[in-house]
């Protein structure tokens, strides 16, 4: 089933390492707020027929919103389009920013899952990422989200950040498992163009980590939470038996979505039978704002995708999740013979196993995981 997604663009400060589109400051909120009911309904035609399964609040910081203000665009949503009655309900929630009335007041308008981003527990890093909360507040906030009732709480975290130890990356590590999250996502610090943490690096003021010590903490990050009873289903996620995002396993598994606000990204199968389409909204909150008051979606970009790229990208996010199915996949873009000569020397190597025709990488294979999707696309 297909899914909804709805981009926040509002943050109380930037992080200096993040490249998502956000801007610092609320007091845009109403007109925003005004164009992303404006975007839902002229969108709502696309959805006609379907049952969406999963909705993802994402931003920005999502928990900036009010309830009431949550409440409009759950109307909105619900107005457009049909969400399944269990459906996955995910808003992503920073520390600071909630209080346990804000939360039980999400969970009565729908919201099933919290995705708390933490990054980390140790204060210096939370001050050099630039967090706006403490260690103290993170650990609160996953608390608040108990009591307030949330059963499936996700915590984002950040390694391999310059000069981290590993006795640093695992205190951290087992600070967030000693709260039992169902859910975690660890990913490793991407100096993304033109972000503060950029520029830092190009004044030489801070190194990035070598690649073999990053490597060394994925290694051990899988370990421990292999350990710790999570299963390992895509490079960056871990979860508990049964609570698997459904949200991000559906991108992953090439599924359409629609994506509201500025910024955000769709990707979607006509029902007549026509080329999928993908397109992305501006990155801009003034001229979202601009557009959808003249009546126009606010669309930057819009592309047809070709045969080479439905492959490449099934092969790329399969490899990177729970496999791929090489039968569909030879059915479908008749894969060349050396693609599928490559799918065993992988498996000689210990880098994937195949399980009844699907191809799935190891952990050996994840460490690798960029490079074998380039020797396996085509
Ligand atoms: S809170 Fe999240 S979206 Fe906002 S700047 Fe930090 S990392 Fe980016």
């Avoid at 609160?140 to 590993?166: F, H, K, M, T, W």
């Avoid at 039992?180 to 690096?201: F, G, K, N």
């Avoid at 995708?305 to 490449?312: E, G, M, S, V």
């Amino acid at each position: 089933m297909p899914s909804l997604y709805v981009h926040i663009p509002f943050c109380q400060r930037k992080c200096i390492y993040c490249d998502f589109y956000s801007i610092e400051t609320v007091t845009l909120m109403e007109g925003f707020l005004d164009a992303l009911d404006a975007e839902i309904a002229l969108a709502s035609p696309v959805g006609d027929g379907e049952t969406f399964d999963t909705l993802f609040f994402g931003g920005g910081t999502p928990s900036l919103l009010a309830p009431s203000e949550l409440e409009r665009v759950m109307r909105s949503l619900r107005r457009a389009f049909t969400l399944d009655r269990d459906a996955e309900i995910t808003l992503e929630t920073n520390p600071g920013t909630v209080s346990l009335e804000k939360l039980r007041d999400y969970r009565s308008l729908g919201v099933n899952r919290l995705s708390i981003g933490i990054q980390s527990f140790d204060e210096k890093e939370l001050r050099f990422l630039g967090r706006i909360h403490d260690a103290a507040e993170a650990v609160r906030c996953v608390e608040l989200a108990r009591e307030a009732g949330y059963a499936n709480v996700s915590v984002d975290l950040i390694y391999s950040l310059p000069g981290q130890r590993a006795g640093e990356w695992e205190r951290t590590l087992s600070k967030a498992l000693e709260l039992r999250p169902d859910h975690l996502s660890a990913y490793s610090l991407i100096v993304e163009d033109d972000t503060p943490l950029a520029r830092m690096v190009s004044a030489k003021l801070v190194s990035p980590n070598p690649v073999e010590a990053e490597a060394a903490l994925y290694e051990r990050t899988m370990d421990v939470m292999e350990r710790s009873g999570f299963e390992h289903y895509e490079v960056s996620n871990y979860a508990r038996p049964g609570f698997r995002s459904l949200h991000n396993s559906a991108y992953w598994s090439h599924e359409g979505y629609l994506g509201f606000g500025p910024s955000a990204h769709s990707f979607w199968r006509p029902v007549n039978g026509d080329a999928p389409l993908r397109w992305a909204n501006v990155p801009a909150l003034g001229r979202y704002c601009a557009e959808l008051g003249r009546g126009e979606l606010p669309v930057a970009m819009r592309e047809e995708l070709t045969r080479a790229q439905l492959c490449n990208e099934r092969i790329f996010l399969g490899l990177r999740s729970t496999g791929v199915d090489l039968g569909n996949l030879e059915d479908e873009f008749a894969l060349p013979a050396d693609r599928l000569a490559l799918a065993g020397d992988l498996v000689e190597e210990g880098a994937a196993v195949l399980e009844g025709g699907t191809l799935r990488l190891t952990a050996r294979g994840y460490m690798l995981c960029d490079e074998i999707a380039a020797r396996m696309m085509v």
